[in-house]
């Protein structure tokens, strides 16, 4: 008679952990940085109460794509950038994760220019177009985690003429 007691406490407290163990839809965000150029952005909640996400970065140009695996979010996430560096390439700014940068035509990560992600003390002075905070840099927006209601997802990309660029912490 105990034993079955427990056991159906158990199984109504395991209940709700399996139902969010089921939660694994792929929400998206997407931005076209130039034309035929789609970044997208996706997430996969993790096990657990709270936004965590396991990430991916997709690029797609001319019919073809490729794929990043991102760091898991665990909490520190806070929004990963887009900017458009001076060579032509793109470089996504992870904060606390660092950057990666791509390019279109030949559709790859990581460039042989080098793309710094360090933040400059007087980018904030030259005032003008670019960056806030980082040298050869046009920010065009962000990869964001919203509230759920009302927004379509998890996560969308704000574009820089609705929210100005934020700071990112920097790389750990």
Known sequence: MLNTRIIRRLAWLG???ALLACQSDTHEARATPQEGLLVT???VP????HSDWTRTVAVSFQGAEIRRELFEDTGWWRGSHLYRHSSGAYVIHEGQAGCFAF????????????ISCEKDPVAASRGGAGSRYYVDLTYLGAFVET??????GPIAFIPAEQSPEA??????
């Open 15 to 17: 209940l709700p952990l």
């Open 41 to 43: 952005y996706m997430v």
């Open 46 to 49: 993790m096990f657990g109460w």
């Open 103 to 114: 390019t279109a035509e030949p559709l790859a990560f990581d460039p042989p220019q080098l």
């Open 147 to 152: 509230p759920r209601v009302g927004t379509g």
């Open 167 to 172: 700071e990112l912490p920097d790389p750990l």
